[in-house]
């Protein structure tokens, strides 16, 4: 059985930093784009990071720029997301995905989310002092 674990979030006081990780069980990370999506009370699912299968480019959305770095361990089949001087509007719950295609974190449609090949289950960030 295919799976996405995601874990890493917390409660950090703003201004911390937390690394979220995704760790991939029966399918090999490295052969996938990874992504990382996030979804706050009352809000859209919005992109965060992704980063790409073919040389491991990263990108980032404005909510990431500056702050936020994804990477990959290839040994441990797990993408991370770390996650810096985070802030009060940066709690959400953090879903990562995985495709054999270029991630768009720009797309905020349920067509697209459906067609993603795997989601994670998500993981709670809560940034609050």
């Known amino acids: 059985e295919v799976q996405l674990q995601a874990s890493g979030g917390g409660l950090v006081q703003p201004g911390g930093s937390l690394r979220l990780s995704c760790t991939g069980s029966?399918?090999?990370?490295?052969?996938?784009?990874v992504g990382w999506w996030r979804q706050a009370p009352g809000k859209e699912r919005e992109g965060v990071s992704k980063?790409?299968?073919?040389?491991?480019?990263?990108g980032y959305t404005d909510v990431a720029k500056g702050r936020f770095t994804i990477s990959r361990d290839k040994a441990k089949n797990t993408v991370y997301l770390q996650m810096n001087d985070l802030k009060p509007e940066d709690t959400a719950v953090y879903y990562c995905?995985?495709?054999?295609?270029?991630?768009?974190?720009?797309?905020?449609?349920?067509?697209?989310?459906?067609?993603?090949?795997?989601w994670g289950q998500g993981t709670l960030v809560t940034v609050s002092s």
């Open positions: 995905a995985a495709d054999r295609s270029t991630l768009l974190l720009e797309v905020r449609t349920r067509q697209y989310f459906d067609a993603v090949d795997f």
């Open positions: 029966g399918l090999i990370l490295d052969n996938y784009s």
């Open positions: 980063i790409d299968f073919t040389d491991s480019s990263a």
